[in-house]
């Protein structure tokens, strides 16, 4: 029957890796039925969690995923957390393919004493208290200190500091910070003389933020500018070729009071260019302190093939290593680099390889499969009640709803049995 050749497919995370890999399957594939879990109750991983609230246009790509979850051919269920409520070797017997989208949801740490002072947060806590994501909505940072110093110079490192700078009010993009009203850029003409011919070759829009940086580190500011810089009563600046050594703490052994940092030179060029220390040693006093080296993808099951020194699935064009019919997208198969469109390329590439091994036999459609039937069972046994793509649409219009009062876009409900509770679940 045509019910028995109809692939049974599941992605596990509803980031933007889960729904792009859904959306080219559905696409491409006139039968295959695509199954999303989630383990919050609500969707779309870091576009919800981590894309900084003052960048709306970027979520934007939540209506896209709002249509492929409306197929009828896709079904989302959120509240069910894969490798603690199903197994991984559950949802193969359930589906023919299982992708493996599931984020990166850990840190990297910095390995230097003093690094669990108070004062100290990882930039993922931190983006994720700001942003309301339920595991971290009690992390209350400190922010009374008069100097935060940020460890890291990434994109997530400048999301944090131009939060930490703005008004509520007018949050822009870091591009703009040079311009933030009440704030003055400290840059060290020493660290940008010379660049001229560097920039040239530097890709774009690297290039045009280089530019801008050389520009107001070198260049006199016009009158208007050197007025506001003059009376501001922010500042911020990059440090270049710094390696943190130590948190120093205060009297009482337990709040950061400052940072200890190695100044470092580079030795070679080019991808072998190494920081190596020169001797020379600095302190920074400051009491709050964000470390943004970079997330960390997690093993989901001990029975699954994990490199934890790369912290990804080993795979080959998605395909995990040695288990046919497992397949992964986005971070946790490529690394946490990358924005959003870098994941949907990566995810239409796992998606193709479903659909290449769908075609060549490699995944055997004879056998049916019940998908999520077979589930929904064990998940009632287990206790477990799912969200729906529709429960999700009311605790989204819950929110919209109180951030009209509120004068916002949306007030994020951050506690999840707050959010079942308003579905009746
Ligand atoms: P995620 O978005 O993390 O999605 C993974 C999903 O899996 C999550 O919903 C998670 O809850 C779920 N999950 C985890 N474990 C389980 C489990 N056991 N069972 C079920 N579900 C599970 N890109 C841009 O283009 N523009 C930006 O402005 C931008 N800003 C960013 C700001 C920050 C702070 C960060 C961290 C990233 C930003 N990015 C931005 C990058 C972008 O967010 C990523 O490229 C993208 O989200 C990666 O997608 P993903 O689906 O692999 O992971």
Redesign the pocket.
């Known amino acids: 029957s045509t019910a028995a050749l109809a692939p049974q497919i599941c992605v596990?995370?509803?980031?933007?890796?889960?729904?792009?890999t859904a959306q080219h399957l559905l696409k491409h594939h006139r039968l295959a039925r695509v199954d999303i879990?989630?383990?919050?109750p609500v969707?779309?991983?870091?576009?919800?969690?981590?894309?900084?609230p003052d960048?709306p246009e970027?979520k934007n790509v939540i209506n896209t995923f709002t249509q492929t979850a409306h197929s009828d051919r896709c079904s989302y269920y959120g509240n069910?957390?894969?490798?603690?409520?199903v197994t991984v070797k559950e949802l193969q017997q359930a589906y023919h393919a299982v992708v493996l989208?599931?984020?990166?949801?850990d840190n990297r740490i910095l390995g230097i004493p003093g690094e669990n002072l108070s004062g100290v947060y990882s930039?993922?806590a931190f983006?994720g208290w700001y942003?309301g994501l339920p595991e971290n909505r009690d992390l209350k940072p400190d922010l009374s200190s008069e100097t935060a110093v940020v460890l890291g110079q990434g994109?997530?490192a400048l999301?944090?500091a131009r939060v930490l700078l703005s008004p509520l009010d007018i949050l822009r993009e870091l591009r703009e910070m040079i311009n933030l009203p009440d704030t003055r850029p400290l840059l060290a003409p020493a660290d940008f003389t010379g660049l001229g011919d560097v920039i040239k070759d530097v890709p774009r829009p690297r290039k045009r933020l280089t530019e801008l940086m050389v520009k107001s580190a070198l260049e006199k500011p016009g009158e208007k500018e050197a007025g506001r810089w003059a009376s501001a009563t922010k500042e911020w600046g990059l440090k270049f070729r710094r390696s943190p050594l130590e948190v120093l703490s205060a009297a009482d052994g337990k709040q950061a009071r400052g940072i200890r940092i190695a100044v470092t030179r580079l030795e070679g060029s080019g991808e072998s260019a190494r920081a190596v220390p020169t001797g020379e040693v600095e302190e920074l006093e400051c009491g709050l302190i964000l470390s943004s080296i970079g997330?960390r993808s997690?093993p989901?099951d001990s029975a699954i093939p994990f490199d934890p020194k790369l912290g990804i699935i080993p795979n080959s064009l998605g395909r995990v290593q040695g288990e046919p019919g497992l397949y992964c997208?986005?971070?946790?198969?490529?690394g946490?680099?990358?924005?959003?469109?870098?994941?949907m390329n990566d995810?239409f590439d796992t998606a193709q390889s479903v659909l290449e091994d769908l075609q060549t036999g490699v995944l055997n459609l004879s056998s049916s499969k019940e998908g999520f039937k077979s589930v929904r069972s064990i998940l009632h046994s287990r206790g477990v009640h799912p969200v729906t793509f529709s429960d999700w649409e009311k605790i989204d219009a819950a929110e919209v709803a109180r951030g009209k009062l509120a004068g916002k876009p949306r007030e994020k409900i951050v506690d999840p049995q707050e959010m079942l509770q308003l579905i009746n679940h």
């Open positions: 596990v995370g509803s980031g933007p890796a889960g729904f792009y879990y989630e383990k919050l969707p779309f991983g870091l576009v919800r969690f981590g894309v900084a960048h970027v069910v957390t894969i490798g603690k409520d989208s599931y984020g990166a949801e930039a993922r983006v942003n994109n997530v999301d944090v997330y997690l989901l997208s986005g971070w946790v198969k490529r946490p680099t990358g924005v959003i469109i870098t994941t995810s």
